[in-house]
Nanobody, 115 residues
Framework: VQLQAFGGGLVQAGGSLRLSCAASGSINSIGAVGWYRQSPGKQRELVASVMSGGSTYYADSVKGRFTISRDNSKNTVYLQMNSLKPEDTAVYYC??????????WGQGTQVTVSS
């Protein structure tokens, strides 16, 4: 299974974007899926994750603004991002602990928030 992130773009501060993470196969087979981001000069960080059963985790920096969800029937995980801030600017990736253990990182999608 491979994961492909898309949906990024340029948005003004306070705006919204929805990212999608499409799996080439069944996401049920890879368990939890997370959204990560990396900005220049910073380490990649986990932003949000969703378990197979629907339980979620959010980094403190995005709580109340971002919502992660998964549609197992469409093999897709979404990240709804509201009230975007310039500090949210980064390349966003989706991945799973299982795929990471295999050394896999797919292509990310750029999110740029202008002030």
């Amino acid at each position: 299974v491979q994961l492909q992130a898309f949906g990024g773009g340029l948005v003004q501060a306070g705006g919204s974007l929805r990212l999608s993470c499409a799996a080439s196969g069944s996401i049920n087979s890879i368990g939890a899926v997370g959204w990560y981001r990396q900005s220049p000069g910073k380490q990649r960080e986990l932003v949000a994750s969703v378990m197979s059963g629907g339980s979620t985790y959010y980094a403190d920096s995005v709580k109340g603004r971002f919502t992660i969800s998964r549609d197992n029937s469409k093999n897709t995980v979404y990240l709804q991002m509201n009230s975007l801030k310039p500090e949210d600017t980064a390349v966003y990736y989706c991945n799973s602990p299982y795929l990471q253990s295999l050394g896999y990182w797919g292509q990310g999608t750029q999110v740029t928030v202008s002030s």
